[in-house]
């Protein structure tokens, strides 16, 4: 059984920067395509980005393109999301979540295996 851990939220301005982390254990995340989704009250939960298992390969919803960076330390088992030029509109509760790599690539929520609690991301205007 795989926990995730996200960390580094809060409340920002917006065109300022925050860095999201996603601490794994209880499993190598090695074994896991690795994604951040997110979601404000009433809506559904949606895909940010996500990585491969060696990092080579990301992909990212065309609303953060350019703007937010996935990446992954498979010693510390951690992923991270570089949040760029923040708008008021990226405010929502951020979750991690992982896939085994065998299943292949999906940006849909319900084809991931494990999830964090999620991490507030506020961003004033």
């Known amino acids: 059984q795989v926990q995730l851990v996200e960390s580094g939220g809060g409340l920002v301005q917006a065109g300022n920067s925050l860095r999201l982390s996603c601490a794994a254990s209880?499993?190598?995340?090695?074994?896991?395509?690795m994604a951040w989704f997110r979601q404000v009250p009433g809506k559904e939960r949606e895909f940010v980005a996500e990585?491969?298992?060696?990092?080579?390969?990301?992909n990212y919803a065309d609303s953060v393109k350019g703007r937010f960076t996935i990446s992954r330390d498979n010693a510390k088992d951690t992923v991270y999301l570089q949040m760029n030029i923040l708008k008021p509109e990226d405010t929502a509760l951020y979750y991690c979540?992982?896939?085994?790599?065998?299943?292949?690539?999906?940006?849909?929520?319900?084809?991931?295996?494990?999830w964090g609690q999620g991490t507030q991301v506020t961003v004033s205007s």
């Open positions: 990585i491969s298992r060696s990092g080579s390969s990301t």
């Open positions: 209880g499993g190598s995340a090695n074994n896991f395509r």
């Open positions: 979540a992982a896939r085994y790599w065998t299943l292949g690539v999906t940006t849909r929520a319900t084809g991931y295996n494990y």
